[in-house]
């Protein structure tokens, strides 16, 4: 009987075929783009193919020859933290009269609203630039424009068909009517294509190119974090990124990854050392700190880094804690899983969520219990939608919001139990049992086929994320001599063969002696390079077992 020993997926997909077909073909198979291994920063499109950019530069070139204040408006997620960053680095360079608004987490919430604009009147703000937002709250750039400031909006998210014509311009490839060839952008790269239109204005040939591409990596970290599709731009700058990765402009990057380059960089160095760190920020503190980071070049910035280090701590350690407090409470028997608690922190809810659908491969509801309400984060698994059955009850909510696989909502507190009951009795009618979340295997190998060519040959494709995720390979009945733990932690094991290379299965030391009475163990796989102590080295990293 075949079984595996990750808990994540219960099906791997291959094709017996994939055995005797060349790496790079089937790579290349996988990517239904026009893959470019040579393109370079200079093939990046031409910021003025973004409808309104013409008019956005003239707005700005006006506000700098009048000296009028400049307010740059946005989220407090990275992908706003990296826009700001950009727009505020350039204009402090070319002298124009900026400063930036950032909400907060608790007291803003999400939205805006028109008190902001209130503030910015009382504070003779001309200008309002937004970032990654307000693409659709028409009702705010009138109320802007009657207290008479203008709004510039630059933004990525989707467009609704009637294109409000309130603001001096809408930057944003969603658009209908733009015709920029690409539409994956992130709200950073909208601001950094507004950046290098305005440096054509403001700065000489050479000044330009130097500093496009110190900005580089701001904007790769926006892209990345947001979420967006590796492939095109998005590529480009992450690979461009990586291959400077030494000789960034800011201190506090290179401070992070002082100790952590090697010749195997790939995009997930944002998602272990960046990321995490700026989100930290907002979600424990404030978005202020995230900004002072990335502008913040002096010595000074050593003493914000060890905040946020700390902040980051607590953050890792708040998510467990709750984790695990969620695993004991819940009845995993259900088809949907519930939660909740009176002590859980408000930005954690999702994180639970999103955790224990990963871990059932179930829809999930997790809430916090305020004052007289609920409030709740809702995730679930491909197989099924979350809104289409929330939907059926959405009468029972006070607010709600959603997209595909994920949504919110608020509940007072004397009908929760009421709208728990039916839905609980709703989708435990639905037969799940039959749901199993599959891995797809690019490649089946054998292990006289690896090597240094073969990763070379995959490495073409890098820096690998969404969409042009790592490959996953498998080899068949795997020939060993024996298996041990690694070193001194039964956490993790590793495969002794005649070949050279290292095969670690990380996390997986509780099932030693299954493996040792098994006979037939197929692994599944990534390939990594390892140079502990400057020995490179071929390393199989398992993700699953059979
Ligand atoms: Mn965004």
Redo the contacts with the bound molecule.
């Keep these: 009987m075949q079984e595996h020993l990750s808990y994540k997926w219960n099906i791997i997909k291959y094709d017996e075929k994939s055995f005797s077909e060349d790496i790079e073909d089937i790579l290349l198979k996988r990517f239904n783009w026009d893959f470019n291994s040579n393109s370079s920063l200079d093939d990046l499109h031409n910021p003025y193919l973004l409808c309104g950019m013409r008019d956005a530069v003239e707005r700005i070139k006006k506000a700098k020859e009048f000296w009028q204040k400049v307010m740059i408006f946005g989220?407090y997620?990275v992908?706003?933290v990296t826009?700001t960053s950009i727009l505020m680095h350039f204009f402090k360079k070319v002298w124009i009269l900026a400063s930036y608004r950032l909400p907060h987490r608790i007291d803003d919430w999400y939205g805006i609203k028109s008190y902001f604009i209130d503030e910015f009147s009382s504070i003779w703000v001309d200008l309002v630039i937004t970032v990654?937002c307000w693409t659709r709250d028409t009702e705010v750039v009138k109320y802007a424009k009657s207290k008479g400031i203008d709004v510039i909006i630059t933004d990525?998210?989707t467009v609704p068909d009637i294109i409000p014509d309130e603001a001096i311009a809408l930057i944003n490839p969603k658009r209908g009517d733009c015709v920029y060839p690409f539409k994956h952008l992130?709200?950073?790269w909208v601001a950094f294509k507004l950046m290098s239109a305005l440096a054509e204005e403001f700065l000489d040939k050479k000044e330009i190119k130097k500093y496009i591409e110190e900005t580089i990596d701001i904007t790769a970290i926006?892209t990345v974090a947001?979420c967006m599709l590796l492939v095109w731009e998005n590529r480009i700058i992450v690979e461009a990124w990586l291959k400077q990765i030494k000789k960034s402009r800011s201190r506090w990057i290179r401070k992070l990854i002082e100790q952590k380059i090697h010749d195997d960089l790939d995009s997930d160095i944002f998602s272990y050392l960046i990321w995490p760190k700026l989100n930290a920020a907002w979600r424990m503190d404030t978005p202020y700190k995230a900004i002072n980071l990335i502008l913040n070049n002096s010595d000074s910035v050593e003493e914000t880094i060890q905040e946020i280090e700390l902040l980051n701590d607590n953050r890792k350690q708040l998510t467990f804690d709750f984790f695990e407090k969620a695993l004991e409470n819940i009845n995993s028997e259900d088809n949907i899983i519930f939660y909740d608690s009176k002590d859980i922190t408000h930005w954690i809810i999702w994180i639970v969520a999103w955790k224990l659908t990963e871990k059932f491969y179930r829809p999930s509801i997790v809430l916090k219990e305020e004052s007289d309400r609920y409030i709740a984060s809702c995730r679930s698994p491909d197989y099924f939608s979350i809104v289409d059955i929330l939907e059926k009850y959405q009468d029972y909510f006070l607010r709600y919001g959603w997209h595909k696989q994920a949504a919110w909502f608020s509940i007072a507190k004397e009908r929760y139990d009421d709208f728990k009951n039916e839905i609980l009795k709703d989708v435990n009618s639905l037969d799940f049992k039959d749901q199993k979340k599959s891995i797809s295997v690019d490649k089946i190998v054998s292990m006289n086929e690896l090597g240094f060519n073969f990763l070379e040959k995959v490495n073409i494709f890098k820096p690998f994320w969404l969409w042009n995720t790592k490959p996953v390979f498998m080899v068949k009945d795997l020939d060993y001599q024996r298996i041990v733990y690694l070193w001194q932690w039964i956490d993790h094991i590793k495969f002794e063969t005649k070949y050279w290379f290292k095969i670690i299965a990380f996390w997986m030391g509780q099932f030693m002696d299954k493996i040792k009475s098994s006979s037939d163990i197929s692994i599944i796989f990534e390939l990594n390079l390892d140079n502990y102590n400057w020995n490179k080295n071929l390393q199989l990293n398992i993700i699953d077992i059979i």
Excluded: E, I, N, T
């Design positions: 989220d997620d992908d706003w826009s990654d990525h998210h992130s709200g950073a926006g947001d």
